[in-house]
């Protein structure tokens, strides 16, 4: 069972940037979709963005522009580099793999998780 660690967050100011990192511990899963998501306080997990294995990449809108997600086969790792972070940026963020195909932006769609990390933007 494949298990991811994600690193990186902590506590910024609004106009600051942070980078985000996961590392799978299986390198059978080097090649799968990757993603994050993140759960606001008090809503539901939602998408912010994927990353095929050839770097195909999609991103939510309210990310888009601002977030940059990237990965490292080799090293088994992705990452995402959040820029102009806004105070709605605040959330618990997890990384996650799919073994269903590219292009899914449904949290029932990825099988693996990390144990995610806060992320906090201040005003």
């Known amino acids: 069972q494949v298990q991811l660690v994600e690193s990186g967050g902590g506590l910024v100011q609004a106009g600051d940037s942070l980078r985000l990192s996961c590392a799978a511990s299986?390198?059978?899963?080097?090649?799968?979709?990757k993603a994050w998501f993140r759960r606001p306080p008090g809503k539901e997990r939602e998408f912010v963005a994927a990353?095929?294995?050839?770097?195909?990449?999609d991103y939510a809108d309210s990310v888009k522009d601002r977030f940059t997600i990237s990965r490292d086969n080799a090293k088994n790792t992705v990452h995402l580099q959040m820029n102009s972070l806004k105070p709605e940026d605040t959330a618990v963020y997890y990384c996650?793999?799919?073994?269903?195909?590219?292009?899914?932006?449904?949290?029932?769609?990825?099988?693996?998780w990390g144990q995610g990390t806060q992320v906090t933007v201040s005003s």
């Open positions: 996650a793999i799919t073994r269903r195909g590219w292009g899914l932006r449904g949290a029932d769609a990825y099988g693996y």
């Open positions: 990353i095929s294995w050839n770097d195909g990449t």
């Open positions: 299986e390198r059978s899963f080097s090649t799968y979709p």
